[in-house]
């Protein structure tokens, strides 16, 4: 399968515990985008890079929440101490940016991954 | 301000008919693009149409076609021939600046359109 492939699919965890996702993109890809969707509603961004380089961070919900990508290839979103407000779906997506346009795509697409949902008790 | 606004929570479409889910946007900037994505019951987003800001002709895929009007800010999408599968989530997105600086989604809120058989 050459898609976006998130891990794990589905996470429980209590109050106050740290959880780390796993993001791999379409291995051509050099985006990587983080979202985080709450039930009933439309995705949120939260970060994303180019390569290993993070270049949106703000958007963040919070310092608990932090993202790598180490190698320009995976990616993991790491949020400490959890919340019951953090129970959501986790979202990836990756696109290409820049290159040749018959590959990129005349609109940069970015293609999602099937999501982590966390659930926080 | 939203940047994206959906204003029908739910819809119901007969079988085989037509049916047009509204979308209004919200920018300055004069290089933009919007997306349409469906997103089933699994959960899985899924990419259906796209049109660009200067395009100048409304973007279509297969029964999927969008409505622009640019002048009034609105992305409407249009499923011809509705299928029980098309049954889901429907979410209008922004991406803000030109494709090339691949820039982030603005979500709207969300659709959710129900086929009867």
């Known amino acids: 399968d050459t898609g976006v492939s998130q891990d794990p699919r589905h996470k429980i965890t209590k109050r106050g515990q740290n959880v780390t996702f796993r993001c791999d993109p379409i291995?051509?890809?050099?985006?990587l985008y983080w979202y985080r969707q709450t039930l009933g509603q439309g995705p949120e961004f939260l970060t994303y890079?180019?390569?290993?380089?993070?270049?949106?961070k703000s958007r963040l919900l919070s310092d608990r929440f932090s993202a790598e990508r180490p190698k320009g290839s995976f990616s993991t979103l790491e949020i400490q101490r959890t919340e019951q407000g953090d129970s959501a779906m986790y979202l990836c997506?990756?696109?290409?940016?820049?290159?040749?346009?018959?590959?990129?795509?005349?609109?940069?697409?970015?293609?999602f991954g099937p999501g982590t949902r966390l659930t926080v008790l | 301000a939203q940047k994206i606004t959906q204003t029908q929570p739910g819809m119901f479409v007969q079988e085989k008919e037509a049916v047009t889910l509204d979308c209004t946007y919200d920018?300055?900037?004069?290089?933009?693009?919007l997306f349409w994505y469906k997103q089933p019951s699994s959960g899985e987003m899924i990419f259906l149409i796209y049109?660009?800001?200067?395009?100048?002709q409304n973007a279509t895929e297969g029964r999927y076609s969008l409505n622009f009007q640019k002048a009034r800010k609105s992305a409407n999408l249009v499923i011809s021939a509705s299928q029980l599968g098309d049954s889901a989530m429907y979410f209008c997105?922004?991406?803000?600046?030109?494709?090339?600086?691949?820039?982030?989604?603005?979500f709207g809120g969300g659709t959710r359109l129900m086929v009867k058989p």
């Open positions: 997506a990756s696109s290409l940016v820049g290159g040749i346009e018959e590959l990129a795509g005349r609109n940069n697409e970015q293609f």
């Open positions: 291995s051509e890809h050099n985006r």
């Open positions: 890079f180019q390569n290993e380089a993070q270049l949106e």
């Open positions: 920018t300055s900037d004069p290089s933009y693009g």
């Open positions: 049109q660009g800001s200067y395009d100048q």
């Open positions: 997105a922004m991406r803000e600046g030109p494709g090339n600086a691949g820039n982030m989604l603005t």
